[in-house]
């Protein structure tokens, strides 16, 4: 049962999308959330998952490769949330074993109580990898993008609020699956986690939005007038744009999300994370007037574009003040680490 403080939050918006070139340009033009019900409601995993939890679980495994799949599992006392425990080091055990082996698990555990039932959860599982003709079974329209595909498989859970860098479509194939979604500039009022200790690569909530503690908490009421809620049913998308925050939870027994990332801009740019952590790491901790100095530098080369720091100098002198290009981001690469070696 939520806390009444997250009942009655809006839902994010209903479009449509009937065709491809209309998904297409929803994609390209819009920059906040949006659901577009039944998209893929005529994939076959969705029609084997409407048949029974243990015929989508047949159907994934005839296509499984012969590999090991990682899984993360949680003690049932966790409530399905995969998170830290008290020492802040995470709250599951990581392992590997073949997707048959695991499913058995989940066949035993049908008409359990939930709360004797551990949390078993398949995190960014690559299809293209792990699956023979799963991709080809399921296309997904999505012009020129190249996107990572994966696949999240699990019992009920509850991922912490987390913003991811690229576009992402994500596909409810079978269960229920409820988002809360925030701006990206609400990240000061979702009170993030350690950016170098975390459950899966990004900074997380730290609120419990079960249960959340408005007095060690208190701006995540500010968070929360900015929130929308989304529920997928078999065969809903929801589109979370770039860098935008959302909490996960998986409502049903079973569950499997697809999900699909992409990026407008080339793969060479990096990570925008590798700069962070490289800045708190040589800036952050000098004196206050130290620190005022290089916010400028960064407003001037950086923020604003860089155009003013590159106008007064001719075109083939600029290095990378110009707008980068491959092989200028590829020189850059080589520099970093040759410095960073030192």
């Known amino acids: 049962m939520a806390e009444p403080a997250l009942v009655g939050l809006p839902s994010v918006r209903v479009l449509q ?15 906040t959330p949006f659901v577009v019900r039944g998209l893929v409601r005529d994939w076959p995993l969705v029609q084997a998952g409407l048949e029974s939890d243990r015929a989508a679980r047949a159907f994934l495994l005839a ?8 899984v993360s599992m949680a003690e049932p006392d966790a409530n399905g949330r995969l998170f830290y425990d008290d020492a802040m080091a995470v709250n599951f055990r990581m392992g590997k074993g073949r997707l048959s082996d695991i499913f058995t698990g989940f066949d035993a555990a049908e008409g359990r109580d939930v709360a004797q039932v551990p949390t078993v959860y398949l995190g960014s599982v690559d299809i293209h990898e792990f699956f023979d003709g799963l991709a080809d079974a399921h296309p997904m329209p999505l012009g020129s993008r190249a996107p990572l595909t994966s696949l999240w498989i699990g019992n009920a859970s509850r991922i912490a609020a987390h913003n991811d860098f690229p576009d992402n479509l994500a596909c409810c194939a079978v269960g229920r699956r409820r988002f809360t979604l925030f701006p990206p500039d609400q990240f000061a009022n979702l009170y993030l986690g350690p950016i170098d200790i975390t459950p899966a690569g990004r900074p997380i909530s730290m609120v419990d939005f079960a249960t959340p503690d408005f007095a060690t908490y208190p701006r995540f009421r500010d968070a929360l007038a900015t929130a929308q809620v989304a ?9 979370i744009p ?22 407008d801009t080339p793969r060479y740019l990096g990570q925008p994370y590798n700069a962070l952590h490289h800045a708190i790491m040589t800036i952050r901790d000098l004196p206050q007037e130290e620190r005022a100095i290089w916010q400028a530098m960064f407003d001037h080369y950086v923020f604003s574009g860089g155009e003013m720091a590159r106008a ?3 075109e083939k002198g ?25």
């Open 231 to 239: 529920e997928l049913k078999p065969g809903d998308a929801l589109f």
């Open 312 to 314: 007064h100098l001719p």
């Open 17 to 31: 999308a009937t065709d491809d070139a209309t998904l297409d340009a929803l994609l390209r033009e819009e920059d």
């Open 242 to 263: 770039s860098l935008w925050y959302h909490h996960v939870e998986g409502l049903a027994d079973f569950n499997i999300l697809v999900n699909y990332w992409w990026r």
């Open 318 to 342: 600029r290095g990378v003040l110009a707008p980068l290009d491959a092989e200028a981001a590829q020189r850059m690469h080589h520099f970093l680490l040759r410095s960073l070696s030192l």
């Open 63 to 70: 296509h499984a490769r012969d590999r090991d799949f990682v």
